[in-house]
Protein backbone atom coordinates (compact mmCIF):
# COMPACT_ATOMS: atom_id res chain seq x y z
CA UNK A 1 0.00 0.00 0.00
CA UNK A 2 1.16 3.18 -0.89
CA UNK A 3 2.24 5.65 2.14
CA UNK A 4 -0.32 8.50 2.50
CA UNK A 5 0.38 11.85 0.75
CA UNK A 6 0.50 14.86 3.53
CA UNK A 7 1.28 18.42 1.96
CA UNK A 8 2.33 21.33 4.59
CA UNK A 9 2.28 24.72 2.37
CA UNK A 10 5.28 26.86 4.47
CA UNK A 11 4.88 30.67 3.59
CA UNK A 12 7.68 32.73 5.01
CA UNK A 13 6.33 36.11 4.92
CA UNK A 14 5.62 36.95 1.71
CA UNK A 15 4.07 39.65 0.78
CA UNK A 16 2.85 38.63 -2.75
CA UNK A 17 -0.40 37.21 -1.08
CA UNK A 18 0.90 33.40 -1.85
CA UNK A 19 -1.25 32.35 0.74
CA UNK A 20 -4.50 33.48 -0.70
CA UNK A 21 -3.53 31.28 -4.03
CA UNK A 22 -2.94 27.71 -1.79
CA UNK A 23 -5.59 25.78 -1.67
CA UNK A 24 -7.71 24.88 1.31
CA UNK A 25 -7.83 21.04 1.04
CA UNK A 26 -8.52 18.56 3.47
CA UNK A 27 -4.62 17.17 3.31
CA UNK A 28 -3.25 20.30 2.65
CA UNK A 29 -1.77 22.36 5.54
CA UNK A 30 -0.58 25.88 5.19
CA UNK A 31 1.85 27.54 7.77
CA UNK A 32 1.89 31.58 7.56
CA UNK A 33 5.19 32.65 9.54
CA UNK A 34 4.66 36.57 10.27
CA UNK A 35 8.67 36.45 9.47
CA UNK A 36 10.89 35.51 7.58
CA UNK A 37 12.77 32.93 9.32
CA UNK A 38 14.98 31.44 6.26
CA UNK A 39 15.25 29.04 4.20
CA UNK A 40 16.89 26.31 6.26
CA UNK A 41 14.83 27.44 9.51
CA UNK A 42 11.33 27.15 7.24
CA UNK A 43 12.19 23.43 5.91
CA UNK A 44 13.08 22.53 9.49
CA UNK A 45 9.34 23.57 10.85
CA UNK A 46 7.86 22.00 7.63
CA UNK A 47 9.32 18.57 8.61
CA UNK A 48 8.35 18.99 11.79
CA UNK A 49 4.62 19.51 10.68
CA UNK A 50 4.74 15.88 9.35
CA UNK A 51 5.21 12.67 10.20
CA UNK A 52 5.91 11.54 6.51
CA UNK A 53 8.73 9.10 5.96
CA UNK A 54 10.26 10.66 3.00
CA UNK A 55 10.31 14.09 3.05
CA UNK A 56 10.34 16.66 -0.49
CA UNK A 57 11.04 19.75 -1.21
CA UNK A 58 10.15 22.38 -3.60
CA UNK A 59 10.74 25.70 -3.86
CA UNK A 60 7.58 27.90 -4.83
CA UNK A 61 9.12 28.47 -7.78
CA UNK A 62 9.53 24.51 -8.73
CA UNK A 63 6.33 22.97 -10.73
CA UNK A 64 6.10 19.08 -10.96
CA UNK A 65 6.40 17.55 -14.41
CA UNK A 66 6.36 13.78 -14.08
CA UNK A 67 5.75 11.51 -10.91
CA UNK A 68 7.91 11.02 -8.36
CA UNK A 69 7.57 7.24 -7.71
CA UNK A 70 11.32 6.55 -9.09
CA UNK A 71 12.41 9.46 -6.65
CA UNK A 72 10.82 8.24 -3.88
CA UNK A 73 12.54 4.47 -4.53
CA UNK A 74 16.02 6.28 -4.60
CA UNK A 75 15.41 7.74 -1.14
CA UNK A 76 14.34 4.99 0.10
CA UNK A 77 16.94 3.19 -0.96
CA UNK A 78 20.04 5.32 -0.63
CA UNK A 79 18.99 8.38 1.90
CA UNK A 80 18.51 11.09 -0.65
CA UNK A 81 17.55 11.95 -4.00
CA UNK A 82 17.28 14.74 -6.45
CA UNK A 83 15.32 15.16 -10.06
CA UNK A 84 16.44 17.13 -12.80
CA UNK A 85 14.98 21.10 -12.91
CA UNK A 86 14.40 22.20 -16.44
CA UNK A 87 13.49 25.97 -17.67
CA UNK A 88 10.54 26.79 -19.11
CA UNK A 89 11.45 25.51 -22.63
CA UNK A 90 12.42 22.26 -21.53
CA UNK A 91 15.91 22.26 -21.20
CA UNK A 92 18.14 21.10 -18.48
CA UNK A 93 19.82 23.71 -15.85
CA UNK A 94 22.87 23.12 -15.92
CA UNK A 95 25.17 24.41 -13.60
CA UNK A 96 22.45 24.72 -10.95
CA UNK A 97 20.34 21.19 -10.84
CA UNK A 98 23.66 19.25 -9.69
CA UNK A 99 26.80 20.33 -8.24
CA UNK A 100 29.93 18.98 -6.93
CA UNK A 101 31.13 20.49 -3.46
CA UNK A 102 32.73 23.60 -3.75
CA UNK A 103 36.18 23.58 -2.88
CA UNK A 104 38.34 26.83 -1.79
CA UNK A 105 40.14 27.26 -5.01
CA UNK A 106 36.67 27.23 -6.92
CA UNK A 107 35.14 29.31 -4.25
CA UNK A 108 37.76 31.79 -4.54
CA UNK A 109 36.97 32.37 -8.46
CA UNK A 110 33.61 32.67 -7.81
CA UNK A 111 34.10 35.69 -5.62
CA UNK A 112 36.28 37.02 -7.89
CA UNK A 113 33.25 36.68 -10.84
CA UNK A 114 35.80 34.92 -12.89
CA UNK A 115 33.32 31.73 -12.72
CA UNK A 116 30.67 34.41 -14.44
CA UNK A 117 33.44 35.26 -16.74
CA UNK A 118 34.97 32.59 -17.90
CA UNK A 119 32.25 30.02 -17.00
CA UNK A 120 34.70 26.82 -18.95
CA UNK A 121 37.21 27.05 -16.78
CA UNK A 122 38.47 24.29 -15.50
CA UNK A 123 37.97 24.72 -12.02
CA UNK A 124 33.97 25.80 -12.68
CA UNK A 125 33.81 22.88 -15.24
CA UNK A 126 34.05 20.20 -12.00
CA UNK A 127 31.98 22.44 -9.56
CA UNK A 128 29.18 22.83 -11.73
CA UNK A 129 29.33 19.13 -13.10
CA UNK A 130 29.38 20.99 -16.81
CA UNK A 131 31.71 17.68 -17.45
CA UNK A 132 28.58 15.31 -16.91
CA UNK A 133 25.60 14.04 -19.38
CA UNK A 134 22.53 15.71 -17.08
CA UNK A 135 20.47 12.64 -18.71
CA UNK A 136 22.89 10.27 -17.09
CA UNK A 137 21.89 9.12 -13.63
CA UNK A 138 23.80 8.34 -10.63
CA UNK A 139 25.30 9.38 -7.39
CA UNK A 140 26.12 13.36 -7.41
CA UNK A 141 27.47 15.47 -4.55
CA UNK A 142 24.92 18.67 -3.79
CA UNK A 143 22.04 18.92 -5.76
CA UNK A 144 19.90 21.83 -5.78
CA UNK A 145 17.43 21.84 -2.46
CA UNK A 146 14.70 23.44 -4.65
CA UNK A 147 13.97 20.17 -5.49
CA UNK A 148 15.43 17.45 -3.17
CA UNK A 149 14.19 14.27 -1.69
CA UNK A 150 15.49 12.78 1.92
CA UNK A 151 14.49 10.47 4.79
CA UNK A 152 13.01 11.63 7.69
CA UNK A 153 15.64 9.25 9.67
CA UNK A 154 18.50 11.45 7.65
CA UNK A 155 17.41 14.72 8.92
CA UNK A 156 16.97 13.59 12.18
CA UNK A 157 20.50 12.11 12.00
CA UNK A 158 21.84 15.24 11.01
CA UNK A 159 19.98 17.57 13.05
CA UNK A 160 18.18 19.21 9.94
CA UNK A 161 19.20 21.96 7.96
CA UNK A 162 21.79 24.07 9.80
CA UNK A 163 19.84 27.07 10.39
CA UNK A 164 22.76 29.62 10.92
CA UNK A 165 22.85 29.99 6.86
CA UNK A 166 20.26 32.68 7.00
CA UNK A 167 18.48 33.68 5.10
CA UNK A 168 19.43 31.53 1.65
CA UNK A 169 22.37 30.32 -0.02
CA UNK A 170 24.44 27.15 1.29
CA UNK A 171 22.02 25.32 3.78
CA UNK A 172 21.30 22.69 0.94
CA UNK A 173 24.96 22.41 0.51
CA UNK A 174 26.12 22.06 3.78
CA UNK A 175 23.27 19.77 4.24
CA UNK A 176 24.18 17.49 1.66
CA UNK A 177 27.85 17.54 2.89
CA UNK A 178 27.59 16.71 6.12
CA UNK A 179 24.91 13.72 4.92
CA UNK A 180 27.80 11.72 2.10
CA UNK A 181 29.87 12.79 5.34
CA UNK A 182 27.50 10.30 7.61
CA UNK A 183 27.90 7.74 4.77
CA UNK A 184 24.57 8.33 2.81
CA UNK A 185 24.59 8.47 -1.00
CA UNK A 186 22.53 11.35 -2.89
CA UNK A 187 20.80 9.61 -6.41
CA UNK A 188 20.51 11.48 -9.42
CA UNK A 189 17.40 10.40 -11.05
CA UNK A 190 16.94 12.35 -14.56
CA UNK A 191 13.06 10.87 -15.26
CA UNK A 192 11.88 12.87 -12.55
CA UNK A 193 11.67 16.56 -13.96
CA UNK A 194 10.39 20.04 -12.30
CA UNK A 195 10.36 23.24 -14.03
CA UNK A 196 11.71 25.71 -11.92
CA UNK A 197 11.92 29.50 -12.71
CA UNK A 198 14.78 30.33 -11.00
CA UNK A 199 15.84 33.06 -7.97
CA UNK A 200 11.81 33.48 -7.41
CA UNK A 201 12.93 34.29 -3.48
CA UNK A 202 16.19 35.54 -3.89
CA UNK A 203 14.62 38.46 -5.96
CA UNK A 204 12.90 39.62 -3.56
CA UNK A 205 15.93 41.05 -1.38
CA UNK A 206 18.06 44.11 -1.61
CA UNK A 207 20.90 43.86 -3.88
CA UNK A 208 23.35 44.92 -1.32
CA UNK A 209 22.01 42.44 1.60
CA UNK A 210 21.98 39.81 -1.45
CA UNK A 211 25.18 39.96 -2.19
CA UNK A 212 25.96 39.83 1.94
CA UNK A 213 23.68 37.34 2.79
CA UNK A 214 25.33 35.42 -0.28
CA UNK A 215 29.40 35.94 0.89
CA UNK A 216 28.79 35.66 4.82
CA UNK A 217 27.08 31.65 4.07
CA UNK A 218 29.57 31.41 1.27
CA UNK A 219 32.12 31.67 4.73
CA UNK A 220 29.85 29.93 7.22
CA UNK A 221 30.44 26.67 4.35
CA UNK A 222 34.18 27.13 4.48
CA UNK A 223 34.17 27.79 8.31
CA UNK A 224 32.68 24.38 8.72
CA UNK A 225 34.08 22.39 6.21
CA UNK A 226 37.84 23.82 4.85
CA UNK A 227 41.17 23.40 6.79
CA UNK A 228 42.24 26.45 8.40
CA UNK A 229 44.50 27.36 5.78
CA UNK A 230 42.14 27.06 2.82
CA UNK A 231 38.96 28.85 5.19
CA UNK A 232 41.81 31.73 5.27
CA UNK A 233 42.35 31.82 1.73
CA UNK A 234 38.21 32.34 1.09
CA UNK A 235 38.45 34.94 3.62
CA UNK A 236 41.31 36.55 2.02
CA UNK A 237 39.72 36.37 -1.47
CA UNK A 238 36.37 38.02 0.07
CA UNK A 239 38.39 41.10 1.52
CA UNK A 240 40.21 41.36 -1.69
CA UNK A 241 37.50 41.05 -3.97
CA UNK A 242 34.56 43.08 -2.16
CA UNK A 243 35.19 46.16 -4.09
CA UNK A 244 34.61 45.18 -7.64
CA UNK A 245 31.79 43.46 -6.31
CA UNK A 246 30.54 46.18 -4.80
CA UNK A 247 31.08 48.44 -8.29
CA UNK A 248 29.47 45.71 -9.70
CA UNK A 249 26.43 45.12 -7.55
CA UNK A 250 26.24 49.30 -7.62
CA UNK A 251 25.80 49.03 -11.65
CA UNK A 252 23.21 46.69 -11.33
CA UNK A 253 21.04 48.05 -8.42
CA UNK A 254 21.82 51.63 -10.29
CA UNK A 255 22.16 52.64 -6.78
CA UNK A 256 25.03 53.29 -3.91
CA UNK A 257 23.32 50.81 -1.28
CA UNK A 258 25.67 48.38 -2.03
CA UNK A 259 28.54 50.68 -0.56
CA UNK A 260 27.41 49.59 2.93
CA UNK A 261 26.69 45.93 2.32
CA UNK A 262 30.30 45.77 0.58
CA UNK A 263 32.15 47.46 3.72
CA UNK A 264 30.14 45.01 6.27
CA UNK A 265 31.45 42.10 4.39
CA UNK A 266 35.09 43.17 4.25
CA UNK A 267 34.27 43.69 7.80
CA UNK A 268 33.25 40.00 8.78
CA UNK A 269 35.87 38.35 6.38
CA UNK A 270 38.58 40.28 8.10
CA UNK A 271 37.46 39.29 11.25
CA UNK A 272 37.22 35.54 10.27
CA UNK A 273 40.52 36.19 8.48
CA UNK A 274 42.10 37.21 11.82
CA UNK A 275 40.19 35.15 14.13
CA UNK A 276 39.35 31.72 12.01
CA UNK A 277 37.46 30.06 14.91
CA UNK A 278 35.20 32.97 14.92
CA UNK A 279 31.03 31.28 15.17
CA UNK A 280 29.58 30.98 12.30
CA UNK A 281 25.98 32.76 12.11
CA UNK A 282 23.82 35.35 10.38
CA UNK A 283 27.07 38.29 11.31
CA UNK A 284 30.23 36.40 12.28
Given at each position: MAPELSVVILDN???????EQAPDLPKVRKIINRENLGFAAAVN?????????????????????????????????????????????????RGFTIRRFPTA???CL?????????????????????DRDLNEGGAVEQPAGAFLM???????????????????????????KRAIDAGYRIEYVPAVQAEHDGGHSVRQLKEGGRARYWCVNLLNYASKHFRPLAY???????VLTAVPRMVAGMIR????SPAASCLDTVRIAGVRLVSPRAAIGRNL
Open positions: ASTDGTPQGVRETDARLILLLNPDVRLLTAVDELSAAAERYGLAAGKLVDDKGRAQWSLELAGVNRLWPSNPANRRYRYLFRRDVWERLGGFDERFFPVWFEDVDFCRAVCLAAARSL
